[in-house]
């Protein structure tokens, strides 16, 4: 069984401060890697994704990679009360675009 | 550009009964997958399809668990008998068969309560 791992939480964080999540994977062929945000009662959306090591930027959101570790983050910056919700992070794990989930973080950020 | 649907939104049903759900996915998305989120949990692949193969069911529970993909393009997911095991909402999400750095989209989600 291919395995994502994430810590359940809650992650709890002060108004403007920097979030940081964190996902590890056991498959050292995943190839590409997908950050979700699910509000209570909704469906996954899409937040970004990441397929190089390194770090990936889209506006208060920073994606990073480690393959060598096999380990992906995500970081928030300027974290708002709309920011709380669950970040599920999902690992590509094949060219057959099999695509599995971790347990998800629980994010509460505090006004 | 219309995104995925589901129907029904909720299901309620007793156990040892059956229960189908039905999955639209976005025009042209060739890749098709069903999860399971237990309520707390990370959803949980139960099958996907490429088109109308087959590509993973290893974690479908086939003892009562079903799905197809008829002409690739809407799928249903099957559950007979039903356990109390089974509450949880499940997911539908479509793909682009471009490559693994697509989208997957979810629909609305069917939330079954097995009482």
């Known amino acids: 069984q291919k395995e994502v791992e994430q810590n359940s939480g809650p992650l709890s964080v002060p108004e403007g401060a920097i979030a940081s999540l964190n996902c590890t994977y056991s498959d050292r062929g995943s190839q590409s890697f997908f950050w979700y945000r699910q509000y209570s009662g909704k469906s996954p959306e899409l937040i970004m994704f990441i397929y190089s090591n390194g770090d990936k930027e889209d506006g208060r959101f920073t994606a990073q990679l480690n393959k060598a570790s096999q380990y992906v983050s995500l970081l928030i910056r300027d974290s708002q009360p709309s920011d709380s919700a669950t970040y599920l992070c999902?690992?590509?794990?094949?060219?057959?675009?099999?695509?599995?989930f971790g347990g998800g973080t629980r994010l509460m950020v505090k006004p | 550009e219309a995104g995925v649907a589901q129907s029904p939104r909720y299901k309620i049903i007793e156990k040892r009964q059956s229960v189908a759900f039905w999955c639209n996915p976005i025009s042209g998305h060739a890749t098709l997958y069903w999860y399971q989120q237990i309520l707390g949990q990370g959803p949980k692949l139960l099958i996907q399809f490429q088109n109308n193969g087959v590509v993973d069911d290893s974690q479908l529970p086939k003892d009562r668990f079903s799905a197809e993909r008829l002409k690739g393009v809407d799928s249903t997911l099957k559950i007979q008998p039903a356990k109390l095991e089974d509450s949880a909402v499940y997911l539908c999400?479509?793909?682009?068969?471009?490559?693994?750095?697509?989208?997957?989209?979810f629909g609305q989600g069917t939330r079954l309560t097995v009482v």
């Open positions: 999902a690992v590509n794990i094949d060219a057959g675009n099999m695509l599995t």
């Open positions: 999400a479509s793909r682009a068969r471009s490559g693994m750095n697509t989208e997957a989209f």
